[in-house]
């Protein structure tokens, strides 16, 4: 079983039995975390025990990016600076209707490469062409929760079903374990009850769990209001979805009585605040549903709609919303933050022993550089992830175990190549040659 041992780092554990940051030195082996210690006390490594030297490092737990559309970053600045309808209808999916199996290959080739190298070590995807992504993420070596995204109106509602079938049989489990597939029914406002039906039905058989997007906007909720005279989130509720395990996206647009029934349910949230703010779709309260004992994940959702898949920027914006909007600098503290893109991420997502640097977890691994002038002095290292990091400062990610990232590059993954075959499939949908993209 390969050993890694990491000497001398500043370790940000997010584990309450542990202080929030201190000098140590943490051993894997095999998938797992298997000690860490607290300086003075040192690990002896053992024969055959690869050592890296991690004094000029920070390691915290790999970040979790619990939703998003991994292709769509072929789309990036491609359509911005309109609201949600507008920019799905008019722009977004016109295009996707071109899309095709090498195109989603390469996009989400493009986004894993791109979150590895920010220090996110899983990710939560939504789309079609899942094989391909899936195939991607395995290649990769990062880990995965998947599924095929799925339009309940239309002639192929009944063929995204199958495919989403097909998605779990294929793929659950696979990438030594590292890629799990869920069912995605798209939102309540693609997805009629009738169809939400079929998906429970299929979910019940397959124990799959499930991700939707819901109450984005006000005016997807008012919608609902109209044709269903209740909310979103009340009529998932009396249709049983939340019988399932749900990791629900967005959630913005939500009342009290809403919030106690995630409460209830134990629905597991994904916040994406960049997304949000950019698409005008609002902002997600978020105090409240901690208040309720909401567990939330961060996301990133599609580079179409943030334009980028950097977590630490989702840290920042939940953490300085949280303080805006309620004029309160005391709420959701460092510490947090960091939580929600990490231990909370793997709350969301249903994943066990994953997002904390502690015995027995998941070896899902970030280091970070302290050899930046924005990360000196470093009086509170938690803080510094949070409020001045960024993606670009990561050295070191390791998932599973593996290390696959070292130096700030990509061990198995060749980055020029991966970039000029998705400039080379974004030019020929966006209908622009490659010179001018
Ligand atoms: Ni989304």
């Keep these: 079983m390969a050993k890694t041992l990491i000497t001398g780092a500043m370790i940000v554990p997010v584990d309450e039995a542990r202080p929030a940051f201190f000098h140590g030195d943490l051993l894997v082996e095999g998938s797992f975390i298997k000690k860490i210690s607290e300086y003075p006390e040192k690990i002896t490594p053992e024969e ?12 915290m737990p ?20 309109l609201p949600l309808q507008e920019w799905l209808e008019q722009k977004i999916w016109p ?32 789309y079609f062409f899942m094989d391909r992504v899936a195939e991607a993420a395995a290649e990769c070596g990062i880990r995965a929760v998947l599924c095929r995204g799925l339009i309940g109106v239309g002639e192929n509602s009944a063929v ?18 590292r890629i799990t597939v869920t069912l995605g029914p798209h939102a309540p406002y693609t997805c009629p009850p009738d169809f939400l039906k079929e998906v429970m039905a299929l979910a019940q058989r397959l124990g799959a769990t499930l991700q939707i997007h819901l109450s984005e906007t006000a005016a997807e909720v008012e919608a609902n ?3 269903h005279g209740c909310s979103p989130v009340v009529l998932l509720n009396k249709l049983g979805l939340f019988e399932h395990k749900v990791t629900a996206a967005h959630c913005v647009h939500l009342d009290d009585e809403d919030i106690a029934i995630l409460a209830q349910k134990q629905v597991r949230v994904a916040h994406n605040p960049g997304s949000n703010l950019k ?17 939330v994940g961060l996301g990133t959702d599609g580079a179409a709609s943030n334009n980028n898949l950097d977590m630490f ?33 793997a709350g969301a997502l249903f994943l066990e022993k994953l997002g904390r ?26 803080a510094h992830l949070v409020y001045s990091a960024a993606a670009a400062d990561v050295r070191l990610v390791m998932v599973d175990g593996e290390l696959i990232l070292e130096d700030g590059e990509l061990l198995y993954l060749d980055e020029e190549k991966i970039k000029a075959e998705a400039a080379r499939c974004a030019a020929r949908l966006l209908g622009r040659t490659e010179k001018d993209s």
């Design 48 to 59: 055959g025990v690869r050592v890296i030297d991690g004094s000029r490092l920070i390691l």
């Design 62 to 81: 790999g970040l979790i990016n619990t939703h998003g559309h991994a292709a769509m970053s072929l789309f990036r600045g491609y359509a911005d600076d």
């Design 95 to 126: 295009v996707e209707e071109r899309l095709s199996g090498d195109d989603v290959y390469w996009g989400s080739m493009l986004s894993i490469v791109e979150m590895i190298k920010g220090g996110t070590t899983t990710f939560a995807d939504m």
């Design 160 to 177: 995204a079903l199958a495919e989403g079938e097909q998605l779990y049989r294929d793929w659950h489990g696979r990438g030594a374990g």
């Design 225 to 227: 209001r109209r044709q």
């Design 279 to 295: 698409l005008g779709s609002g902002v997600a309260p978020l105090q409240k549903l901690l208040e309720a004992g909401v567990t």
């Design 313 to 345: 920027e989702e840290m920042r914006l939940a953490a300085l919303l949280a303080k805006g909007i309620s004029g309160n600098p005391a709420l959701l503290p460092a510490g947090k933050a960091l939580e929600l893109a990490t231990a909370g991420g």
């Design 357 to 382: 640097l502690k015995e027995g977890y998941r070896a899902d691994i970030a280091g970070i550089s302290r050899d930046l002038p924005h990360a000196t002095p470093l009086h509170d290292a938690a």
